[in-house]
Nanobody, 122 residues
Framework: VQLQASGGGLVQAGGSLRLSCAAS????????MGWFRQAPGKQRELVAS???????NYADSVKGRFTISRDSAKNTVYLQMNSLKPEDTAVYYC?????????????????WGPGTQVTVSS
C-alpha cells in the first residue's frame, strides 16, 4: 500500500490550494483518511479527517476555510484550502486507516504519505 500526495506549492495570503492524496495497493476498505501538518519547530497536528461514513473533523484554526472530501471509488482524499494564511505554512501529510490484503489475509494499518510543502507568503 502506498499514499501519494500532490497539490502543494507557494501561494500568497488569501489564496487557495487543493491537496490530493491517493491510496493504492491491495486495499480492502478504508476506514478513514486525514490530513496533518507540521511546521518547523512544531509538533505534527491534525488538520482535518473524514470517515468512511463522511463524518468530518477539523482543527479550530482551519474551520470555515478548509474542506476535506473524498472519492471512495478512487481511494482519494482532498483538502481544499481557501483564505490561506502565513501560519498555514507547513509540510502537509495525508494518512489512511485501512484494511489491506496480504497472503489471503486481511490486516488493518495506518499509512502515511511522504508529505507535501505548502508555503503561504504574506
Amino acid at each position: 500500500v502506498q499514499l501519494q500526495a500532490s497539490g502543494g506549492g507557494l501561494v500568497q495570503a488569501g489564496g487557495s490550494l487543493r491537496l490530493s492524496c491517493a491510496a493504492s495497493g491491495r486495499i480492502v476498505s478504508i476506514n478513514g483518511m486525514g490530513w496533518f501538518r507540521q511546521a518547523p519547530g512544531k509538533q505534527r497536528e491534525l488538520v482535518a479527517s473524514i470517515t468512511s461514513g463522511d463524518s468530518t473533523n477539523y482543527a479550530d484554526s482551519v474551520k470555515g476555510r478548509f474542506t476535506i472530501s473524498r472519492d471512495s471509488a478512487k481511494n482519494t482524499v482532498y483538502l481544499q484550502m481557501n483564505s490561506l494564511k502565513p501560519e498555514d505554512t507547513a509540510v502537509y501529510y495525508c494518512n489512511a486507516d485501512l484494511r489491506y490484503e496480504s497472503g489471503l489475509r486481511h490486516y488493518t494499518k495506518t499509512y502515511w504519505g511522504p508529505g507535501t510543502q505548502v508555503t503561504v507568503s504574506s
